[in-house]
């Protein structure tokens, strides 16, 4: 076919057919630069197939000529129809000379599996210039090199241009999808043996590398080695080991993290942990680092001084030495929105273009970021600004794991060892911890974020801080040496990044919280850019801007999120009884702090799936273990004080129900009350949960107490939820506490128990024979005690994951077993926040309930609202196909 172009044979007026990405490879290709050979799919091709499609749904059918009537203000309407396309596209068949013709190009590639990557043109009519910043807009996909699957992998890149982010984009940028022009560059993909980035201004090169192939730098999951190099010299200035803890290469051996595609087709791609020893070691050896930057030398003198190269190290063979250098993307200071931007020599015939558009390239620039940016970390649009500017922390921040979203820029106050009553400077700043100690959650009240060396997703400081609606980075490195008290830092617990920005507060604003509100306060001097009450003004010169304005890239499932912290001029979506849909699934939400209840319960949500006790009580106990209060003889103050707090959280969620979730003390978490729990070796797998009511009732019978005094007080909606359940006999001697005292007889009553310990797997009909009335799933210490991975280890992040297949068919049996059993299942655990896209499987298995912390409220509405409405969809379009084969049957 003559629409299917090799690297070598493309010429400048293929420029719009073949994409910029193409173009660029195939221009330094043919100067004698290293890369992958490869060919290009022409974006006609795209076109004519859309002609080709039948379309089920006739509203679509002119999609190649007209423009899609969309309201972008609609996320669910956005999100229907980009799936509808999306599968019809995907579902179409390519005609057979296509096929034909793939293959015989294809057999010209020498590899096992192929690399297709969208190569994206727009043309004079999109009223944009080509070198809009759309990278990481669409995704590569990576299929085995076999007719069908590179059918099926050119359809998803197609389908790609469909996404609803990518609709969204176009259409907020003023772009009509009929005048994008997307091709594809077909590559081989060989394992590599690294791969990264060189960023190049004129006065400092900053190269990122990461083991294996480049997804795992493009998807932010590891933190490179980086290096500072001065361009001339070609000297290292300095370099930093960065963090890879796994790496993607070519499946060789069978691993459940084998990436399936969404079609049944499994993908040749694989992640793989990378041992302690290797995690040690750079990954670019010394020899290729010293090749890359003499590449990085040759290319400053073909196209200027100003762009980023990404770099593959590919290993064909098992030797080291035989591996080779390839450039597998370029782009030139203008695509990366640089401020002192030099034309790639190649830009030839469309420079004057270029220029007379540069106002309106601006524009669209500044509005993606000040929207919603779909640039990853690599590829962000003043890397070269930062890298040219003053202030290099701000170019290279810690990293550590989000655990609680949103962004805050406040002086740090660093707590290096533990007390109980530590001095802090004053309210507003940014906790820097080695461990946060539960003593401190006062502080935590009053912080503007939190950063913490050691901890995961689910420890106490990201809980609560998720709850707070501050940002937490946890499991950062040295942290308490790194960051100095008084130093401003800015802390983004969406990306796990802090940035470092000295002493002086000048030229940057300062984000100030009020009742649990975020705006921004005027910047002392300098850029001027806010005023009380206005939103800040994104400025691209300056660092901080790009950090502040830059969100993560959202998958799909968060697309149509508010942003909770009024931070981020992103799309919001209030979850308001005027513009929502009653989903039939109940939205629960997880809380402890009695601070937040008047917000919460504000929210459409239909109750208290968690109500995290040992939290709760932190304040009630005043430093005190709840033992003390006993022998001091302070047993009756002390029921009276916890009833008091319940019934603050009864009275407002009323006649919402609250799970009340009794005492699961962790000993290590609360060795700061006195006198101090026994330590434990091993206290996730201690004396917690129902095990310690056996040995000890006298604080279950408190709690139950408080309980009676609450119903007392005439709050009928709460429940009672047991922890950490490791066998029926455990239950059945709770229930028969709960029984005395008197609380089985309210009619509303329920008792519950959390499903984490694995052996409810096997013995849920024998709980709910012995009296327990539901279930929620705890998916945090289920997977923890499934994986076998200790869940608050920052090192161990990447081996708890919830989306594990043996994590996912513990829930659906869980879900399948409840429902056949006739009994209730909540899930309370992180995961579907974490995860959104799991929400559709839990919605599609019948949960009953999803709860989720407070952060996570207005998206998981939409993920279920989504899911719902997709399982609606599903059963009409079947039951429509259905009637359509009986009426043909009947016609034949
Ligand atoms: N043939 C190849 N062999 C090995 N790695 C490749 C090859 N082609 C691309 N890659 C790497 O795969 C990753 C994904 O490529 P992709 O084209 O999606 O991203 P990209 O180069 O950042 O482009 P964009 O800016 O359009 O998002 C990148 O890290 C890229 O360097
Ligand atoms: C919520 C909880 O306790 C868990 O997921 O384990």
């Given at each position: 076919?003559?629409?299917?172009?090799?690297?070598?044979?493309?010429?400048p007026?293929?420029?719009?057919?073949?994409g910029?990405?193409?173009?660029?490879?195939?221009?330094?290709?043919?100067?004698?630069?290293?890369?992958?050979?490869?060919?290009?799919?022409?974006?006609?091709?795209?076109?004519?197939?859309?002609?080709?499609?039948?379309?089920?749904?006739?509203?679509?059918?002119?999609?190649?000529?007209?423009?899609?009537?969309?309201?972008?203000?609609?996320?669910?309407?956005?999100?229907l129809?980009?799936?509808?396309?999306?599968?019809?596209?995907?579902?179409?068949?390519?005609?057979?000379?296509?096929?034909?013709?793939?293959?015989?190009?294809?057999?010209?590639?020498?590899?096992?599996?192929?690399?297709?990557?969208?190569?994206?043109?727009?043309?004079?009519?999109?009223?944009?210039?080509s070198?809009?910043?759309?990278?990481?807009?669409?995704?590569?996909?990576?299929?085995?090199?076999?007719?069908?699957?590179?059918?099926?992998?050119?359809?998803?890149?197609?389908?790609?241009?469909?996404?609803?982010?990518?609709?969204?984009?176009?259409?907020?940028?003023?772009?009509?999808?009929?005048?994008?022009?997307?091709?594809?560059?077909?590559?081989?993909?060989?394992?590599?043996?690294?791969?990264?980035?060189?960023?190049?201004?004129?006065?400092?090169?900053?190269?990122?590398?990461?083991?294996?192939?480049?997804?795992?730098?493009?998807?932010?999951?590891?933190?490179?080695?980086?290096?500072?190099?001065?361009?001339?010299?070609?000297?290292?200035?300095?370099?930093?080991?960065?963090?890879?803890?796994?790496?993607?290469?070519?499946?060789?051996l069978?691993?459940?993290?084998?990436i399936?595609?969404?079609?049944?087709?499994?993908?040749?791609?694989?992640?793989?942990s990378?041992?302690?020893?290797?995690?040690?070691?750079?990954?670019l050896?010394?020899?290729?680092?010293?090749?890359?930057?003499?590449?990085?030398?040759?290319?400053?003198?073909?196209?200027?001084?100003?762009?980023?190269?990404?770099?593959?190290?590919?290993a064909?063979?098992?030797?080291s030495?035989?591996?080779?250098?390839?450039?597998?993307?370029?782009?030139?200071?203008?695509?990366?929105?640089?401020?002192?931007?030099?034309?790639?020599?190649?830009?030839?015939?469309?420079?004057?273009?270029?220029?007379?558009?540069?106002?309106?390239?601006?524009?669209?620039?500044?509005s993606?970021?000040?929207?919603?940016?779909?640039?990853?970390?690599?590829?962000?649009?003043?890397?070269?600004?930062?890298?040219?500017?003053?202030?290099?922390?701000?170019?290279?921040?810690?990293?550590?794991?989000?655990?609680?979203g949103?962004?805050?820029?406040?002086?740090?106050?660093?707590?290096?060892?533990?007390?109980?009553?530590?001095?802090?400077?004053?309210?507003?700043?940014?906790?820097?911890?080695?461990?946060?100690?539960?003593?401190?959650?006062?502080?935590?009240?009053?912080?503007?974020?939190?950063?913490?060396?050691?901890?995961?997703?689910?420890?106490?400081?990201?809980?609560?801080?998720?709850?707070?609606?501050?940002?937490?980075?946890?499991?950062?490195?040295?942290?308490?040496?790194?960051?100095?008290?008084?130093?401003?830092?800015?802390?983004?617990?969406?990306?796990?990044?802090?940035?470092?920005?000295?002493?002086?507060?000048?030229?940057?604003?300062?984000?100030?919280?009020?009742?649990?509100?975020?705006?921004?306060?005027?910047?002392?001097?300098?850029?001027?850019?806010?005023?009380?009450?206005?939103?800040?003004?994104?400025?691209?010169?300056?660092?901080?801007?790009?950090?502040?304005?830059?969100?993560?890239?959202?998958?799909?499932?968060?697309?149509?999120?508010?942003?909770?912290?009024?931070?981020?001029?992103?799309?919001?979506?209030?979850?308001?009884?005027?513009?929502?849909?009653?989903?039939?699934?109940?939205?629960?939400?997880?809380?402890?702090?009695?601070?937040?209840?008047?917000?919460?319960?504000?929210?459409?949500?239909?109750?208290v799936?968690?109500?995290?006790?040992?939290?709760?009580?932190?304040?009630?106990?005043?430093?005190?273990?709840?033992?003390?209060?006993?022998?001091?003889?302070?047993?009756?103050?002390?029921?009276?004080?916890?009833?008091?707090?319940?019934?603050?959280?009864?009275?407002?969620?009323?006649?919402?129900?609250?799970?009340?979730?009794?005492?699961?003390?962790r000993?290590?978490?609360?060795?700061?009350?006195?006198?101090?729990?026994?330590?434990?070796?091993?206290?996730?797998?201690?004396?917690?949960?129902?095990?310690?009511?056996?040995?000890?009732p006298?604080?279950?019978?408190?709690?139950?107490?408080?309980?009676?005094?609450?119903?007392?007080?005439?709050?009928?909606?709460?429940?009672?939820?047991?922890?950490?359940?490791?066998?029926?006999?455990?239950?059945?001697?709770?229930?028969?506490?709960?029984?005395q005292?008197?609380?089985l007889?309210?009619?509303?009553?329920?008792?519950?128990?959390?499903?984490?310990?694995?052996?409810?797997?096997?013995?849920?009909?024998?709980?709910?024979?012995?009296?327990?009335?539901?279930?929620?799933?705890?998916?945090?210490?289920?997977?923890?005690?499934?994986?076998?991975?200790?869940?608050?280890?920052?090192?161990?992040?990447?081996?708890?994951?919830?989306?594990?297949?043996?994590?996912?068919?513990?829930?659906?049996?869980?879900i399948?077993?409840?429902?056949?059993?006739?009994?209730?299942?909540?899930?309370?655990?992180?995961?579907?926040?974490?995860?959104?896209?799991?929400?559709?499987?839990?919605?599609?298995?019948?949960?009953?309930?999803?709860?989720?912390?407070?952060d996570?409220?207005?998206?998981?509405?939409?993920?279920?609202?989504?899911?719902?409405?997709?399982?609606?969809?599903?059963?009409?379009?079947?039951?429509?196909?259905?009637?359509?084969?009986?009426?043909?049957?009947?016609?034949?």
């Open positions: 076919m003559d629409n299917f172009l090799w690297l070598n044979q493309i010429q007026r293929d420029r719009l057919q073949v910029e990405k193409a173009f660029h490879l195939s221009h330094l290709a043919q100067r004698g630069y290293p890369v992958i050979p490869g060919f290009a799919i022409e974006a006609s091709v795209l076109r004519d197939f859309l002609e080709k499609i039948d379309w089920f749904d006739p509203l679509f059918a002119d999609l190649p000529n007209s423009s899609l009537h969309l309201d972008v203000d609609n996320p669910r309407q956005l999100q129809v980009a799936r509808a396309i999306r599968q019809e596209i995907t579902t179409a068949t390519l005609p057979t000379e296509w096929k034909t013709a793939l293959a015989s190009f294809s057999a010209g590639i020498e590899a096992s599996a192929l690399i297709l990557r969208p190569s994206l043109a727009l043309p004079s009519e999109t009223g944009v210039t070198d809009l910043k759309i990278s990481g807009l669409l995704e590569a996909h990576v299929c085995d090199r076999n007719e069908e699957a590179l059918a099926a992998a050119i359809k998803r890149v197609w389908a790609e241009l469909f996404r609803a982010r990518s609709l969204l984009y176009w259409r907020r940028n003023g772009i009509q999808i009929q005048h994008i022009n997307l091709a594809i560059l077909v590559q081989p993909l060989y394992n590599s043996l690294a791969a990264g980035l060189v960023q190049a201004s004129p006065n400092l090169w900053e190269i990122q590398a990461t083991c294996g192939l480049g997804m795992a730098l493009i998807k932010g999951e590891v933190l490179p080695d980086y290096y500072q190099v001065q361009p001339e010299s070609g000297t290292v200035l300095m370099q930093q080991l960065g963090v890879k803890t796994l790496a993607y290469n070519l499946k060789e069978p691993s459940w993290q084998g399936e595609s969404k079609n049944g087709l499994s993908s040749p791609l694989q992640t793989y990378l041992g302690e020893e290797q995690q040690q070691l750079y990954a050896e010394e020899k290729y680092l010293k090749q890359l930057i003499r590449l990085a030398q040759q290319l400053t003198d073909e196209i200027g001084p100003a762009f980023t190269v990404e770099w593959t190290l590919t064909k063979g098992s030797e030495s035989a591996a080779e250098l390839y450039i597998t993307q370029v782009r030139s200071a203008q695509e990366m929105g640089s401020m002192e931007s030099t034309s790639l020599a190649f830009d030839s015939g469309e420079q004057g273009r270029q220029a007379d558009n540069e106002t309106s390239r601006q524009a669209v620039e500044e993606i970021l000040t929207q919603h940016s779909f640039l990853t970390t690599h590829s962000s649009p003043n890397a070269q600004s930062i890298s040219s500017s003053q202030e290099p922390s701000v170019a290279h921040p810690l990293r550590g794991i989000g655990a609680a949103g962004r805050a820029i406040a002086p740090a106050q660093a707590i290096a060892s533990f007390s109980h009553n530590p001095e802090i400077t004053s309210t507003g700043r940014v906790l820097v911890v080695k461990t946060f100690h539960p003593d401190w959650l006062p502080l935590l009240k009053h912080a503007a974020g939190v950063v913490a060396e050691q901890g995961g997703m689910t420890c106490h400081a990201a809980i609560i801080a998720r709850e707070l609606g501050i940002p937490a980075v946890v499991g950062v490195r040295d942290a308490t040496q790194s960051i100095q008290s008084d130093e401003f830092v800015l802390v983004d617990g969406d990306r796990g990044e802090i940035y470092l920005l000295g002493k002086e507060r000048t030229a940057f604003p300062s984000i100030i919280r009020e009742k649990g509100e975020w705006s921004m306060e005027p910047s002392v001097s300098g850029t001027g850019h806010t005023e009380v009450g206005k939103p800040f003004i994104y400025n691209p010169q300056h660092p901080i801007s790009r950090v502040l304005h830059n969100t993560p890239e959202l998958p799909d499932a968060q697309l149509p999120i508010a942003n909770t912290q009024g931070l981020m001029p992103n799309i919001q979506l209030p979850i308001t009884a005027t513009t929502s849909p009653i989903v039939a699934t109940q939205l629960l939400v997880n809380l402890s702090q009695p601070s937040t209840i008047e917000r919460a319960a504000s929210l459409p949500v239909d109750g799936g968690l109500l995290r006790s040992e939290l709760m009580m932190l304040e009630v106990l005043q430093g005190q273990h709840p033992g003390r209060w006993l022998t001091s003889g302070r047993k009756q103050e002390l029921v009276e004080l916890m009833a008091q707090t319940i019934c603050q959280f009864a009275a407002a969620f009323a006649p919402r129900p609250v799970f009340y979730r009794s005492l699961d003390w000993s290590h978490e609360f060795q700061s009350l006195a006198p101090s729990f026994p330590s434990e070796v091993n206290p996730m797998l201690g004396m917690r949960g129902t095990f310690s009511y056996l040995q000890d006298s604080l279950f019978d408190v709690e139950l107490s408080a309980l009676v005094k609450v119903y007392q007080s005439g709050y009928t909606n709460v429940n009672l939820l047991l922890p950490f359940v490791r066998t029926v006999e455990e239950f059945s001697f709770c229930r028969s506490r709960v029984e005292a008197g609380l007889h309210q009619s509303h009553f329920q008792l519950w128990i959390m499903a984490e310990v694995p052996s409810i797997l096997f013995l849920l009909p024998d709980y709910i024979k012995a009296g327990c009335m539901g279930i929620s799933i705890g998916t945090n210490d289920l997977t923890q005690l499934l994986l076998g991975v200790d869940r608050d280890r920052a090192e161990m992040a990447i081996g708890f994951d919830e989306r594990h297949p043996a994590v996912m068919e513990a829930i659906a049996q869980l399948r077993t409840a429902k056949q059993e006739g009994i209730p299942c909540s899930i309370c655990g992180q995961a579907p926040a974490k995860y959104p896209e799991l929400i559709d499987r839990l919605v599609e298995w019948g949960i009953s309930s999803i709860s989720v912390s407070l996570a409220v207005e998206r998981t509405y939409t993920c279920i609202a989504r899911a719902e409405q997709r399982l609606l969809l599903e059963a009409a379009r079947s039951q429509k196909s259905k009637v359509k084969s009986q009426k043909k049957g009947r016609r034949d």
